[in-house]
């Protein structure tokens, strides 16, 4: 009896034990992270899918974020579209929040995305160095973007967020889904780690496959991280070393610095771009018909665009050129052209019906709302502007104008003369307004510069003074509470601070 009532309790402790395993054992017929990463073809997908998010992030958001939240574009308010408060309020600096969190929706889908990518980069990160590859540059590569992006993507949240979550390994269940916010100071520092970490473990622009993220890249993206730093001798020593020893340089043209919907992608000029591809596939943008003034007929928007089947549009109008950057360009200067063109709306409330749109974005294409041109994030022309605006923060005002001035004589203008340092930083302001205009550098300029207050205040001044110069039909006005909220950093989203008990 007492044999039998052993066995039957080793038998009980053998099917808890069974049990136990079976409920923590991954099922190896199911797809999952610790099935999936077996071999280096399995990482590349992987790094692949990283870059995803960068699609829908420049396609639909950043531009909202970066440059209708700046004096360089506003929207054209189509008062028989309805409400529009989302892009609105950011255009107005009228983002609404209580105990630090805001209900807008393209900040959450920002965040959203930008924590996509490194939700998909830790996946690469934790698992890379427990599988061999048949070579350690293939490992190393991937390994490299993998870190750019997941840096990338915390740039770009600080820069929003200011104090935002850390998160360096995957998640693995609701307990450590959600993390404290790190100081600025914090993210900042890692930042700096995963980039300095990556820069020797790409290649560079000659050997790289087209469209993936360079040494290069990673060397202007930390020189851009020491920029808002400060750090001008650190951002100065990396440009000069792309400035030297990569092969990146300005296309003659202006407008060849810009890909169209099929040709002259990452070409010379490209540092790093995001990567969009016309067709049914999937990987289309459309950023022109968000940025086009309405309602605009198709005959209207035919010359815009080249398709063969232009049709109507009466929808919100956004990131529309200010007057204001209008007038930042010097008389004589080529990028002008290049980057505004004009449209008449026959159909406007407007007694004006003429109305600028974003042109350098403007290419031709076949399909309405299917798009192909790579959205430019890093161009050479910036290298040349964050080297000169280094050495000017250092005193080292003739090396400076140097750099200065081959972005000048590009665009047809004469060499700036600036004596002082006072007087060459304010020519470097105004030179990366123009030149960068519509690539969504505006705002983190203003902040990293501390000027926010100064240009956006003297900037709200005159919309609320003139309406209908920024765009109003006759007796419209910007709401009561534009120009409110002059915070440099968005308020977190709502939607995820219901989700953490962090903030």
């Not at 060397?219 to 100065?236: D, F, I, P």
């Not at 049709?311 to 008389?331: F, G, H, K, R, V």
């Amino acid at each position: 009896m007492k044999l039998n009532y052993i066995t039957t309790c080793l038998f009980a402790l053998t099917l808890t034990s069974c049990e136990k395993d079976f409920l923590t054992v991954t099922p190896e017929t199911a797809l999952s992270s610790a099935t999936f990463f077996t071999k280096e073809a399995d990482f590349q997908q992987a790094v692949n899918g990283a870059y995803v998010p960068l699609r829908p992030i420049f396609n639909s958001w950043a531009w909202i974020l970066g440059e209708m939240h700046s004096d360089n574009t506003y929207y054209a308010r189509n008062v028989l579209f309805g409400a529009v408060e989302n892009t609105q309020n950011i255009a107005d600096f009228a983002v609404p929040k209580s105990n630090g969190v805001t209900p807008n929706n393209p900040v959450l889908q920002q965040f959203r995305l930008d924590y996509q990518i490194i939700a998909r980069t830790n996946e690469v990160l934790s698992r890379i160095d427990k599988v061999t590859f048949s070579s350690a540059d293939l490992k190393n590569n991937l390994k490299g973007q993998a870190l750019f992006l997941r840096s990338f993507a915390y740039f770009e949240l600080v820069r929003y967020f200011g104090r935002v979550p850390i998160h360096l390994e995957p998640a693995t269940g609701r307990t450590d889904a959600a993390k404290p916010l790190a100081t600025v100071e914090e993210v900042y520092a890692l930042i700096v780690k995963d980039v300095s970490e990556a820069i020797p473990l790409l290649p560079n622009k000659a050997k790289q496959e087209p469209g993936r993220v360079t040494s290069g890249a990673a060397k202007t993206l930390l020189a851009n991280v020491y920029m808002h730093q400060k750090k001008w001798a650190e951002a100065e020593a990396l440009m000069r070393d792309v400035v030297t020893n990569d092969t990146y340089r300005l296309m003659p043209d202006y407008n060849e610095a810009f890909s169209f919907t099929s040709a002259n992608k990452n070409n010379a000029e490209s540092v790093f771009e995001v990567q969009y591809l016309e067709g049914p596939a999937g990987f289309n943008g459309n950023q022109i018909y968000l940025f086009v003034p309405a309602p605009i007929t198709a005959a209207e928007l035919a010359p815009i665009t080249g398709t063969s089947n232009p049709q109507p549009l009466s929808q919100e109008n956004n990131n529309i050129p200010t007057p204001d950057i209008i007038a930042a360009y010097e008389p004589g200067d080529k990028r002008k052209d290049i980057s505004i063109g004009s449209v008449v709306l026959s159909q406007s409330l407007r007694d004006n019906k003429t109305y600028p749109y974003i042109k350098k974005y403007a290419r031709p294409h076949a399909q309405h709302q299917n798009t192909g041109q790579n959205w430019p994030v890093y161009r050479y022309a910036e290298v040349l502007l964050f080297l000169a605006e280094a050495q000017m923060e250092q005193g080292k005002l003739g090396e400076a104008i140097t750099y200065l001035n081959q972005v000048r004589t590009r665009a047809g203008l004469a060499p700036a003369t600036a004596s002082t340092q006072a007087a060459l930083r304010n020519a470097i302001y105004q030179e990366r307004r123009v030149e960068l205009a519509f690539e969504n550098k505006r705002w983190f300029d203003l902040v990293r510069t501390g000027r926010v207050n100064e240009v956006i205040s003297a900037y709200g001044a005159r919309v609320k003074a003139n309406p209908q110069a920024y765009y109003f039909p006759a007796g419209a006005v910007p709401p009561p509470n534009a120009f409110t909220n002059l915070d440099i950093y968005y308020p977190l989203p709502a939607v995820e601070s219901d989700l953490s008990p962090f903030f």
